[in-house]
Antibody, heavy 127, light 112 residues
Framework: QVQLVESGGGVVQPGRSLRLSCGASGFPFGSYGMHWVRQAPGKGLEWVAVIWHDGSNKYYTDSVKGRFTISRDNSKNTMYLQMNSLRAEDTAVYYC????????????????????WGPGTMVTVSS | DIVMTQTQLSSAVTLGQPASISCRSS???????????LSWLQQRPGQPPRLLIYKIFNRFSGVPDRFSGSGAGTDFTLKISRVEAEDVGVYYCMQATQFPRTFGGGTKVEIK
């Protein structure tokens, strides 16, 4: 069964750090790009970061650049989000999501959409 | 950044009736490869988002055929041909033509 499960959320003081994990199962994790998306309480979705299937490229939304680091360990089927210098505005449910891929004609191509999502983990930044 | 704007913050619909949700982007979503990377997601209460449509009109695996997507360039529409009770939730459009990926503000579908 294809599945993503986030962990590592909690309550943390402003300025402190937290590391989120996203464990994958049921598919060849190392073949897929992966994303973090967050949702503040009662608000909409905000894309946070992406990492290529092999870790070769990473992109971030401006508000987290220099503070958050996305990484992955394909041998452990796990993606991470290291969050430093946390702010109150980082309070949100953090979801990991898989980049959708279609395979045809001997190759696999990104569909530029997010097809599998985890249940999310809540991060609360508060003193 | 590309700004995604969804009309109608809330839309109450009668069961069995159609519903339509609009999404507009601040610039064309046509990628340099010729594709338009606009997708639609559904978020039911208390659940993570779920992919419905990708590349404007392609229904994702397992999505009922009452959901359809259309549009081009900067204007896009998600239609539900006959709303069912399980369709209650918030619908988001998302562009993946460039980084950062951006979402519309969401449109809430409720049953009248």
């Amino acid at each position: 069964q294809v599945q993503l499960v986030e962990s590592g959320g909690g309550v943390v003081q402003p300025g402190r750090s937290l590391r989120l994990s996203c464990g994958a199962s049921g598919f060849p994790f190392g073949s897929y790009g992966m994303h973090w998306v967050r949702q503040a309480p009662g608000k909409g979705l905000e894309w946070v970061a992406v990492i290529w299937h092999d870790g070769s490229n990473k992109y971030y939304t401006d508000s987290v650049k220099g503070r958050f680091t996305i990484s992955r360990d394909n041998s452990k089927n796990t993606m991470y989000l290291q969050m430093n210098s946390l702010r109150a505005e980082d309070t949100a449910v953090y979801y990991c999501a898989r980049d959708a891929v279609e395979c045809s004609g001997g190759g696999c191509y990104s569909l530029f959409a997010f097809d599998i999502w985890g249940p999310g983990t809540m991060v609360t930044v508060s003193s | 950044d590309i700004v995604m704007t969804q009309t109608q913050l809330s839309s109450a619909v009668t069961l069995g009736q159609p519903a339509s949700i609009s999404c507009r982007s601040s610039q064309s979503l046509v990628h340099s490869d010729g594709n338009t990377y606009l997708s639609w997601l559904q978020q039911r209460p208390g659940q993570p988002p779920r992919l419905l449509i990708y590349k404007i009109f392609n229904r994702f695996s397992g999505v009922p055929d009452r959901f359809s997507g259309s549009g081009a360039g900067t204007d896009f529409t998600l239609k539900i041909s006959r709303v069912e009770a399980e369709d209650v939730g918030v619908y988001y459009c998302m562009q993946a033509t460039q980084f950062p990926r951006t979402f519309g503000g969401g449109t809430k579908v409720e049953i009248k």
